[in-house]
């Protein structure tokens, strides 16, 4: 670099600076440079930062005078910012996939019904197969019902390759629909909280086993 290329901060009444800025309060123009005011910072237009236009240096003594670099430019002017947030390992660990009843009704009037199932998600590099075991009990935690399995393993990306329909066959006894009855969702892998979901049901047979055809 020429002489010509840089210019002396004698004499500039400065708060802080370096070989590309200086931070001051003067209102004296600096001939080469380029004021920048601070109040969109600070709220105050007192202080402003003055940076040399184009490739002009404030002279400096040392290693590194002659160093060239940019300009008046984003890299020379912006801080950049780093957003760090912290993810527990256990958000990296693969999950089972969610499946959901997909029927609306919660009440059955035949002794016989067929309830819906869907495989919300598909199996893949973070989504396990989930094995689960179904069946109604009543309030008391008495099995009513058949049991069946769902074997939810499929990586399709077709809903309808994900859907199940299970028949279930209630047991031949009174039931009042005044009472409330559970479809159980059972885990069969889990070892404590085997429950995967339990979802209450009416039960209001339209056809009494009392009546005679």
């Given at each position: 670099?020429?002489?010509?290329?840089?210019?002396?901060?004698e004499g500039t009444e400065m708060i802080e600076g370096g070989r590309r800025y200086?931070?001051?309060?003067?209102?004296?123009?600096?001939?080469?440079?380029?004021?920048?005011?601070?109040?969109?910072?600070?709220?105050?237009?007192s202080l402003k930062a003055v940076v040399p236009r184009g490739m002009i240096r404030y002279k400096i003594q040392?290693?590194?005078?002659?160093?060239?670099?940019?300009?008046?430019?984003?890299?020379?002017?912006?801080?950049?910012?780093i957003k760090f947030k912290y993810v527990r390992q256990d958000?990296?660990?693969?999950?089972?996939?969610?499946?959901?009843?997909?029927?609306?009704?919660?009440?059955?009037?035949?002794?016989?019904?067929?309830?819906?199932?869907?495989?919300v998600d598909r199996v893949g590099d973070k989504k396990l197969p989930?094995?689960?075991?179904?069946?109604f009990e009543d309030e008391a935690g008495q099995r009513i019902s058949n049991e069946n399995i769902i074997i939810a393993d499929s990586g399709s990306t077709q809903a309808a390759r994900r859907a199940f329909k299970e028949k279930f066959t209630l047991k031949e006894m009174p039931y009042d629909k005044g009472k409330?009855?559970?479809?159980?969702?059972?885990?069969?892998?889990?070892?404590?909280?085997?429950?995967?979901?339990?979802?209450?049901?009416?039960?209001?047979?339209?056809?009494?086993?009392?009546?005679?055809?």
């Open positions: 670099m020429q002489e010509s290329d840089k210019v002396s901060k200086l931070l001051t309060s003067s209102e004296e123009e600096q001939e080469g440079a380029l004021p920048i005011s601070m109040k969109y910072i600070l709220g105050d237009g040392g290693p590194g005078a002659n160093y060239v670099h940019g300009g008046a430019s984003l890299q020379e002017i912006v801080i950049p910012l958000a990296y660990r693969p999950v089972k996939v969610t499946v959901k009843l997909t029927n609306i009704s919660r009440k059955i009037t035949n002794r016989i019904t067929y309830l819906d199932f869907l495989q989930l094995r689960l075991k179904l069946y409330c009855y559970y479809l159980i969702m059972e885990d069969e892998e889990e070892t404590v909280e085997k429950i995967y979901e339990k979802i209450p049901f009416v039960i209001d047979l339209l056809i009494s086993d009392d009546f005679i055809f």
